[in-house]
């Protein structure tokens, strides 16, 4: 890929002097030529003047796949930049649903004007009702739905008679609907082609048709979507009618968006809005002032903990050494254990009637973990020349401490999901906030056991 | 989902019983009107014993189905279990590259055995040939390639032609090849519905068509699809030969694995190779156990350090009730912007030529946090009757252990990729580890500073 971003970069650079040089139409032009993607990925590269001028230039269809593929804030804040006429040529010519998302993020009175000029405002405005969480916010209006007495040479003569517009990605399957408008079928272009003209599509459709609810969250629509490796998913009202389809881009854009939430939160930081680097330095502080300002709520507990014990750490001073070790012990075997479950969960490979096997399954992880660590501690202890009795407590607490920081890391994820919170907030520094504390009073406790 | 949850739960519990009183048609023919994903979700609850009896019962088709769903893993464990005759029909049913991952898995004496047996062999064996981890690992060979000179009236005949067997959603785009099999177009089967039948497919077919060579990463295939918005990719040889395509469930199954490695690398383990729940809790802590093993030598460094200051610890015993907080918030920070950074280069955001950018904004971020967390641990100190100096030191400290943390997480994930390691090699034990030592260095070297 070292080539592409070389060439990427002489692109910008070209477009970057066309624009300096007043020559918006040249710039405008040598985009024209190239994938949209690739016009985004350019896009991302320039500042918003830039952009700005090259949507005023380009073709409002250009302009359109490339308001599509850029993150929707961003879209929007170009969108803010133009004028209404322009404005509405693009959204004229964008799909329905990515129309509906960045008419989303406008001002209603904006939002109205614009709708009110459109060509086909009735594409887009019944989109406008889903919360663009839903997996009806996702789906879009533009897709093929046919009658089942109708016979496979009307279906070929309806494919042909849609509009040169059209997305053809959109059109592999073809939807078979009853009078009521309900969802009763499926049909591929494939099957069209392969079967004889006069039969009815009521008898070439294939009924096991898998669709989701309009009020689904998107990420329950996503995960039908990838369970039955589908290419498009239908989506029904309350009452079963189709009121739109999903196509895989949004299923993909669906999937990373949530895996990077999933990873920012697990860093330890609330999911940003946009793309990094266009977050400002000042919003991602904010996300991630949180977790930390909470280590002084965990810092003030360790504090109480280590004077609960004052008297055993004064007697048997070698207990200090062990702290850092211990502590930073137990945080890591949490944050090993909650990553991997959260992700588990996320993925469908567990479920929350499968917290028992988890939770055993962690314990004994847990153990293993202990005992291997108990082991190195204890040659660690008595090489640093450690008085037995204190490698012993070292070794004990090493084993407890682990088994209790798997078993917190298996089961708090499991209790967020169960409370309907994204188990991902339990993140690394959560998971050592949390078994900080609890891990030096464990430690402590042992040792007063074992030492007397 | 609730609802399908219990469903699947008593669909486990019937086929138990039903193996249980060795009615094991009966079990698999419960099992066949489902859709393959179902079935492999039930079989996934079964245990090895009943998983075998099923595939011993299911018609082959319906065994290759399930076996497709399947972890590879998982599926080769079974397979191990299968005499040959019935491996061989079932694999006679797989999609050539679901054949060819599962052969993969198999000894080589068996594999060539089974090879040797199949109905088609060749449609698997050149699949043999690529990596795992490659785009031709990823490839299926069942697609349908067609010459320039045909008509629209002749492509459509050769759809009619194909097996029944073939996957339709192989077929929604016909790939185009010249004399010597180079890819030259493409061409969907919209477009040829919608084509008048005597036109040429050099005529309706489009020139710019995306393919990736087979021996790129299967990282960078999918990295392409999703960029491109597209349903299925072709796969060249070195001469531009069309050899393959990659499937948008296939692009699903890398995009969900890739994340899920880069999930369990950042919370401090070496990737599973199955699923949590099979994987072995030995097999787990083995995983595990290297970053927990690296904190022992972290934390020696740390008593170094600490020994070092020894004197300024002694004269202001004020100062170690700052360790832990120090060190914590230090770790904490340095993990928050790994793993944004980490997944921002993952999906494209950020890439290498980005770096100073980063580092920058990184470095703007950690002086916002700094005097955030420095304002609120002056504000600590002095409740806590901590002397001004001390506290004074300590604010500082802040500062510079937050910027330190922030501007090495940004770093340290970016080295790797120059280095073409997998970025999530950064986790968050391992930047703790980094920055314990390190950060308890910049602190006392502050307060030495500050409180002479």
């Given amino acids: 890929m070292k080539e592409r971003a070389i060439l990427l970069d002489m692109l910008v650079d070209r477009v970057r002097s066309l624009l300096s040089e007043e020559r918006y139409e040249e710039a405008a032009m040598l985009l024209e030529g190239l994938h949209p993607a690739d016009v985004a990925e350019i896009f991302e590269e320039l500042d918003e003047d830039e952009q700005t001028l090259l949507l005023q230039h380009m073709d409002p269809g250009v302009s359109a796949d490339v308001l599509e593929e850029l993150h929707e804030e961003e879209a929007a804040e170009l969108a803010e930049e133009l004028p209404d006429d322009m404005l509405t040529a693009i959204v004229d010519e964008m799909e329905p649903d990515e129309a509906a998302d960045l008419l989303r993020e406008m001002p209603e009175e904006r939002r109205q004007r614009i709708l009110a000029e459109l060509e086909d405002p009735d594409e887009v405005r019944p989109l406008l009702r889903h919360p663009d969480e839903s997996a009806g916010g996702l789906m879009t209006t533009e897709f093929l739905a046919l009658r089942r007495r109708m016979t496979v040479a009307d279906a070929l003569e309806a494919v042909r008679q849609l509009a040169p517009s059209a997305d053809p990605d959109n059109i592999f399957y073809i939807y078979v609907v009853d009078q009521y408008g309900r969802l009763v079928g499926v049909v591929s272009l494939y099957d069209l082609i392969r079967a004889e003209p006069y039969e009815l599509i009521g008898d070439v459709m294939d009924r096991d048709v898998i669709s989701v609810r309009s009020d689904v969250d998107r990420e329950e629509a996503a995960a039908v979507f990838a369970h039955y490796d589908l290419l498009s998913l239908p989506v029904v009202d309350e009452d079963g009618r189709l009121v739109g389809i999903i196509t895989s881009d949004d299923i993909l854009d669906v999937l990373e968006e949530e895996a990077t939430e999933d990873i920012q939160r697990l860093g330890g930081s609330e999911p940003l809005d946009k793309p990094?680097?266009?977050?400002?330095?000042?919003?991602?502080?904010?996300?991630?002032?949180?977790?930390?300002?909470?280590?002084?709520?965990?810092?003030?507990?360790?504090?109480?903990?280590?004077?609960?014990?004052?008297?055993?750490?004064?007697?048997?001073?070698?207990?200090?050494?062990?702290?850092?070790?211990?502590?930073?012990?137990?945080?890591?075997?949490?944050?090993?254990?909650?990553?991997?479950?959260?992700?588990?969960?996320?993925?469908?490979?567990?479920?929350?009637?499968?917290?028992?096997?988890?939770?055993?399954?962690?314990?004994?992880?847990?153990?293993?973990?202990?005992?291997?660590?108990?082991?190195?501690?204890?040659?660690?202890?008595?090489?640093?020349?450690?008085?037995?009795?204190?490698?012993?407590?070292?070794?004990?607490?090493?084993?407890?401490?682990?088994?209790?920081?798997?078993?917190?890391?298996?089961?708090?994820?499991?209790?967020?999901?169960?409370?309907?919170?994204?188990?991902?907030?339990?993140?690394?520094?959560?998971?050592?906030?949390?078994?900080?504390?609890?891990?030096?009073?464990?430690?402590?406790?042992?040792?007063?056991?074992?030492?007397?």
Avoid: C
């Fill in 276 to 452: 990094y680097l266009d977050t400002s330095p000042f919003e991602v502080m904010r996300k991630r002032v949180g977790w930390l300002l909470l280590l002084f709520v965990t810092a003030s507990l360790t504090g109480t903990v280590m004077k609960l014990f004052q008297g055993d750490l004064s007697r048997h001073i070698e207990l200090t050494y062990f702290i850092p070790l211990l502590i930073g012990t137990g945080g890591n075997a949490g944050s090993q254990t909650t990553a991997t479950i959260i992700r588990a969960l996320a993925i469908g490979e567990v479920d929350l009637r499968d917290a028992l096997s988890v939770l055993w399954h962690e314990m004994r992880v847990g153990l293993l973990l202990g005992l291997v660590m108990a082991l190195v501690g204890v040659l660690r202890a008595l090489t640093w020349g450690t008085p037995f009795p204190v490698a012993e407590a070292v070794a004990t607490a090493l084993i407890l401490l682990i088994l209790w920081a798997t078993s917190v890391g298996a089961v708090m994820p499991l209790i967020m999901s169960r409370l309907g919170i994204d188990p991902a907030v339990v993140s690394g520094p959560f998971m050592s906030t949390l078994v900080d504390a609890t891990g030096l009073f464990i430690y402590l406790q042992t040792a007063r056991l074992i030492l007397g």
